[in-house]
């Protein structure tokens, strides 16, 4: 089964929706700047938009996650191919009976790698579906350059 994954640098998927995105954060002094992007690094605020990206791929709304994609997902996935893609490794999973997110990773990505710079973050959730042994689904966000995270994939192991 083929997954959508950035190059293997990263344990990051790619894909964005525009209702999860966070506001940007504002422009203020250096102490409140700080405190700012704090809060935008928050792994609660980042396990709660994981787990409503998870919710939406579970009501097979993954089109309209892949639309307000970043564009380094697009650049990486085409619609009908990560839209087909997900739905193959998803569906014969069938329905999730528990899901709790066990860990938040961030991580700033530098020029010159294998995949675009910028501040990625992946949220992985232990899940129970109903018809297949306990997995781990991978949910992956990037902080656009214009401040805003988006969803940038997702992947189940």
């Given at each position: 089964?083929?997954?959508?994954?950035?190059?293997?640098?990263?344990?990051?998927?790619?894909?964005?929706?525009?209702a999860?995105?966070?506001?940007?954060?504002?422009?203020?002094?250096?102490?409140?700047?700080?405190?700012?992007a704090?809060?935008?690094?928050?792994p609660?605020?980042?396990?709660?938009?994981?787990?409503?990206?998870?919710?939406?791929?579970?009501?097979?709304?993954?089109?309209?996650?892949?639309?307000?994609?970043s564009?380094?997902?697009?650049?990486?996935a085409?619609?009908?191919?990560?839209?087909?893609?997900?739905?193959?490794?998803?569906?014969?999973?069938?329905?999730?009976?528990?899901?709790?997110?066990?860990?938040?990773?961030?991580?700033?990505?530098?020029d010159?790698?294998?995949?675009?710079?910028?501040l990625?973050a992946?949220?992985?959730f232990a899940?129970?579906?109903?018809?297949d042994?306990?997995?781990?689904?991978?949910?992956?966000?990037r902080?656009?350059?214009?401040?805003?995270?988006?969803?940038?994939?997702?992947?189940?192991?």
């Amino acid at each position: 089964m083929k997954r959508f994954m950035l190059p293997a640098a990263l344990t990051l998927c790619v894909v964005a929706g525009p209702a999860l995105a966070q506001t940007p954060a504002p422009r203020t002094p250096a102490a409140p700047q700080q405190q700012a992007a704090a809060a935008d690094l928050d792994p609660n605020a980042l396990a709660n938009a994981g787990l409503q990206i998870a919710q939406a791929i579970d009501r097979d709304q993954t089109a309209g996650l892949w639309e307000g994609a970043s564009a380094v997902t697009k650049r990486f996935a085409k619609r009908e191919e990560f839209v087909a893609n997900v739905a193959g490794s998803r569906k014969p999973l069938g329905a999730v009976v528990e899901r709790n997110w066990m860990v938040v990773r961030r991580q700033q990505v530098a020029d010159g790698g294998q995949i675009p710079s910028g501040l990625y973050a992946s949220v992985e959730f232990a899940t129970r579906f109903r018809t297949d042994p306990p997995r781990t689904e991978l949910v992956s966000m990037r902080r656009d350059e214009d401040g805003t995270w988006r969803f940038a994939g997702y992947v189940v192991k």
